[in-house]
């Protein structure tokens, strides 16, 4: 599979790079941003993938939260995709912010006319890792996942669907049971038709209740001033619920005064960085 590489920009003595290639899951040109530490330049460096909110493209996560020292200082290579095919021209793509492009809420959808190409869960399960994989230096055994708000959801998902695949998983303000909020009856409907009980494989709350697998170490940092908090649109306490049933090691830390932005995202990065590094570097 070619790479167009879009951008280089030498950081913390690595390298943020942006590729474009031509995606076979979503049937379009899809960029995704990687970062190679020094420590890439001489050896395989475990993959620590990034998952992005609503609206949000692969810049989002590389131009605002300050993560790269800490990737530096850890040997990280850090892979952030898109959040959504682009330019598919399917009628109503584009027609609100919180469905369709920037929107793909990491699943693959079963109705059309979205399910051609709207398969981000099948992407960022299977295309992306093998990419990553096939061109650049990584240990395919060692590879995590985390992200933010539909990018949280989207990271919890992918390790609770897939026991030991990823060694670790975290989440900043993370969707963490959309059949029960607006955002994800809204997303699920569209994508996975009406039939809810379809919603429940991506849904992470649920999918803790039947979690069969390999021991999951997760933190979770969550603004208590965050306005979606408020709105019942995360509802971690629905999950962290689930997790304490099932005796699934959980540390979710509500933080006083923070919102749901990047500042926030900022503040706490080098924790959630630190949390993977212990397990990709064990």
Known sequence: MALKQISSNKCFGGLQKVFEHDSVELNCKMKFAVYLPSKAETGKCPALYWLSGLTCTEQNFISKSGYHQSASEHGLVVIAPDTSPRGCNIKGEDESWDFGTGA??????????????????????????????????????????????????????CALKNPGKYKSVS???????????????????????????????????????????????????????????????LLPDNFIAACTEKKIPVVFRL????????????????????????????
């Open 171 to 233: 989440a900043f303000a993370p969707i963490c049971n959309p059949v029960l909020c607006p955002w994800g009856k809204k997303a699920f409907s569209g994508y996975l038709g009406t039939d809810q009980s379809k919603w429940k494989a991506y849904d992470a709350t649920h999918l803790v209740k039947s979690y069969p697998g390999s021991q999951l170490d997760i933190l979770i940092d969550q603004g208590k001033d965050d306005q979606f908090l408020l709105d019942g649109q």
């Open 104 to 157: 793909g809420f990491y699943v693959d959808a079963t109705e059309d006319p979205w399910k051609t190409n709207y398969r981000m869960y099948s992407y960022v399960t299977e295309e992306l890792p093998q990419l990553i994989n096939a061109n650049f230096p990584v240990d395919p055994q060692r590879m995590s996942i985390f992200g933010h708000s539909m990018g949280g959801h989207g990271a919890l998902i």
């Open 255 to 282: 933080q006083e005064g923070y919102d749901h932005s990047y500042y926030f995202i900022a503040t706490f990065i080098t924790d959630h960085i630190r949390h993977h590094a212990k397990y990709l570097n064990a």
